[in-house]
């Protein structure tokens, strides 16, 4: 069994700073690509940053710039800096990974609010 925890959501201001954290706990013998996701809602979730276990990245069109990804694979931990927070960023964040080369785990989900 793997478990994904997000930690770092919270209330900050429009044009702040906040930092996720993911950390992937359990059965893992290798964590493949690891990510970032919000829904808002009504909305369809959707792919925020994406990181895959050589430290190539992707990113939305509308974080660019904003956003950046990292990970530490000795700690088995992705993260999420966000900068120049915005109210449309307000949302439930969630990580995502591919553990084992084919096993797909979503954490619970850590809510982002940004205050106008």
């Known amino acids: 069994q793997v478990q994904l925890v997000e930690s770092g959501g919270g209330l900050v201001q429009a044009g702040g700073s906040l930092r996720l954290s993911c950390a992937a706990s359990?059965?893992?013998?290798?964590?493949?690509?690891m990510g970032w996701y919000r829904q808002a809602p009504g909305k369809q979730r959707e792919l925020v940053a994406r990181?895959?276990?050589?430290?190539?990245?992707n990113y939305a069109d509308s974080v660019k710039g904003r956003f950046t990804i990292s990970r530490d694979n000795a700690k088995n931990m992705v993260y999420l800096q966000m900068n120049s927070l915005k109210p449309e960023d307000t949302t439930v964040y969630y990580c995502?990974?591919?553990?084992?080369?084919?096993?797909?785990?979503w954490g619970l989900g850590t809510l982002v609010t940004v205050s106008s």
């Open positions: 995502n990974a591919i553990v084992n080369f084919h096993l797909e785990v």
């Open positions: 359990g059965s893992i013998f290798s964590i493949n690509a």
């Open positions: 990181i895959t276990s050589g430290g190539s990245t």
